[in-house]
């Protein structure tokens, strides 16, 4: 249950959370769609969502962590192996190029203030460029911020929300003036 009672059950969720403050709103969903779908870079949309579902279990974020794990799993991936890399990314089945990546979102994201160059130069040493790395710390930074979002809300959802959200996210992306029905419809 939401930590504001005003907040139904039904609309523990970003965009009804956002939608109480819709000038603070202005051009977060399409950053959030670029960055995570039609933004260019190597990184494929299971990719992309495998970082955020790895940023927000990393953060112990139960509410993102489930509905962009589930995500993820709508594009392909097995949710045994997404835990598989939360509880340790080097015994992990991920492939090795994203390891150093995902070390990166680890550090980024749990102690910012020790990232150094070894941590970008292993990333970009996997054979990704500097847009991909750019793509990086744009997925980990803004799934810190909805995590907290989240997390300060109160907001965990539930088992059926996380996969409507993951069906919803994945077919239809992040910019809500394409999603064909909303939460709690």
């Known amino acids: 249950m939401a ?48 970082i955020g579902a790895f940023t927000s279990g990393t953060n112990h974020c139960t509410f993102c962590y489930n509905s962009h794990a589930r995500t993820a ?8 192996f997404i835990e598989a890399l939360i509880r340790d990314i080097e015994t992990s089945p991920v492939e090795e190029s994203l390891k150093p990546v995902l070390r990166y979102v680890k550090k980024l994201t749990q102690s910012p203030s020790i990232v150094v160059q070894s941590d970008v130069d292993a990333i970009l040493e996997a054979g990704w460029t500097e847009n991909d790395f750019h793509f990086v710390v744009m997925i980990c930074a ?8 989240m997390d300060g809300y109160g907001c965990v959802g539930t088992p059926e929300h996380w996969a409507m959200s993951g069906k919803m996210l994945a077919s239809q992306g992040y910019d809500l003036s394409k999603w064909t029905r909303g939460f709690g419809d």
Do not use: W
């Open 3 to 50: 930590y504001i009672k005003s907040l139904g059950k039904h609309e523990e969720n970003v965009p009804s959370v956002m939608a109480r403050y819709p000038e603070q709103n202005v051009g977060l969903y399409k950053l959030t769609e670029q960055v995570m779908r039609a933004g260019e870079c190597s990184f494929t949309d299971q990719q992309r969502e495998l």
């Open 73 to 80: 799993m709508e594009f392909g991936l097995e949710e045994a």
């Open 142 to 149: 803004l799934f810190n911020f909805y995590n907290r979002l």
